[in-house]
């Protein structure tokens, strides 16, 4: 007999845990709804990569989907879902009239994984050399993004700090956020201090703070670690590099690109200290957690550890000047009972924060409170219904008239 529980996910890309957060967050998601017993079907429209996760061997199905095509609507409404998760606004924007006019009882989340508005914000602040400011939020991007979410019946939050800007700059009501953070715990095995070497950064280069953090530390903060430590090795990884990473891989300051990692955790845990000099960004970020369940100080910025930590202490420093940066990480690379407790700071962190069995029956309660009060829950977000029926109406003819061109070429 079919499940009578179906989720389907609509995925920005198909996931890949050892290459982002994002995958690791996608594959924890899937993880709850099937211990709910919902059945799982991943669609999406980007193509399958060589190190995306293999989702039939978990019992997932797939589906590769079009833009565009009224091949979508047939799929969605002959599953029928239950519960429908969008990765990331922008597929919300694609799908999500489609699955209101096809299945409009379904309840509809968006996975925010980081705001966009925000990080879009600090960037062109960065750009131009300044502080943010609140006006800065208020940008296109924004009123995409908080459009999506008030079309939405819930979106999932990793970064309480990011509540707070929907909450106090944009009016968005609690009732439509959820807080569900990443999970993480220590490894069984941690290395000890004297077993390790060298520095370690780690990120996905398709991600651009990613880009601007190694150009940050390649310029400003390596320099003065190797003349400090002129021996340690600075060892950046991360899936994706571009010719413009390659070309930073400079050996005779002990700089090394080395590209993809195959696990990034064994990677963290070889290395004594990670670097993550972030300038801009969002979220809470998965390097950060993954050397703390490595159990690796790390030396980070503001942005970086932000929403992190709660009142924890850091296990590392956080600084936003290079020259103290760069201090601290020579700090914690040559003073072992400084590396021992900040070690034990980043596993109280996770202990505190990060524990899966202190989010996941909240997370299905919440499922099963809307799905059982779908209806008043939606005429209490008027807004969002209103939202809902013009772009319904809108975007729902642009994309007929795109398939109807589509067809002529």
């Known amino acids: 007999m079919k499940n009578s529980k179906r989720l389907l996910i609509i995925g920005f890309v198909w996931p890949e845990p050892k290459s982002s957060a994002a995958g690791t967050r996608m594959m924890q998601l ?5 211990t709910a017993d919902y059945e799982v079907t991943f669609a999406s429209t980007a193509q399958n990569l060589e190190f995306s996760e293999d989702l039939n061997t978990i019992g997932i199905a797939t589906k590769g989907i079009q833009l565009n095509s009224s091949t979508f609507d047939d799929f969605v409404a002959e599953l029928n879902p239950t519960v429908v998760v969008f990765d990331r606004f922008m597929v919300e924007e694609q799908f999500g009239w489609r699955v209101s006019e096809s299945c409009p009882d379904a309840l509809k989340i968006v996975d925010t994984i980081d705001l966009h508005l925000l990080r879009n914000a600090r960037q062109f602040a960065l750009k131009e050399n ?52 990443l999970f993480a715990e220590p490894l069984a095995k941690i290395r000890s201090f004297d077993e390790r070497e060298n520095f370690v950064f780690i990120g996905n280069f398709m991600h651009e703070p990613n880009w601007d953090a190694v150009q940050f530390l390649y310029k400003e903060i390596w320099p003065t670690i ?71 100080p790390s030396v980070t910025t503001s942005i970086g550890a932000e929403s992190m930590k709660g009142e924890l202490d850091w296990n590392g420093f956080i600084t936003d000047d290079p020259i103290e940066f760069a201090h601290n990480a020579v700090v914690l690379y040559s003073n072992q009972i400084v590396w021992e407790k900040c070690k034990k700071n980043g596993f109280n962190i996770l202990s505190e924060r990060y524990k899966k069995s202190s989010f996941d029956a909240a997370f299905l309660e919440r499922i ?42």
């Open 30 to 34: 899937i993880e709850l709804f099937q």
């Open 130 to 181: 300044r502080e943010l400011v609140s006006d800065d939020l208020f940008s296109d991007v924004a009123k995409r993004e908080i459009a999506s979410i008030l079309r939405c019946d819930l979106s999932l939050m990793i970064s309480e700090f990011e509540m707070d800007v929907l909450q106090n700059q944009f009016k968005i009501s609690n009732d439509l956020l959820l807080y569900l953070p």
């Open 226 to 296: 190797h003349t400090k430590s002129p021996l340690a090795k600075m060892l950046v990884y991360g899936a994706y590099p571009t010719q413009k990473v390659l070309e930073l891989n400079k050996p005779k300051s002990n700089f090394f690109v080395k590209g993809r990692a195959e696990d990034a955790l064994t990677v963290i845990q070889e290395a004594k200290v990670v670097l993550a000099p972030l300038r801009f960004g969002a979220g809470i970020k998965g390097k950060l957690l993954e050397a703390m369940q490595s159990g690796t």
């Open 368 to 409: 099963n409170t809307l799905l059982n009060n779908l209806k008043e829950h939606r005429n209490q977000n008027f807004i969002g219904s209103l939202l809902q029926h013009h772009t319904l109406s809108s975007t729902k003819y642009m994309s007929k008239w795109i398939e109807e061109k589509n067809k002529k070429l």
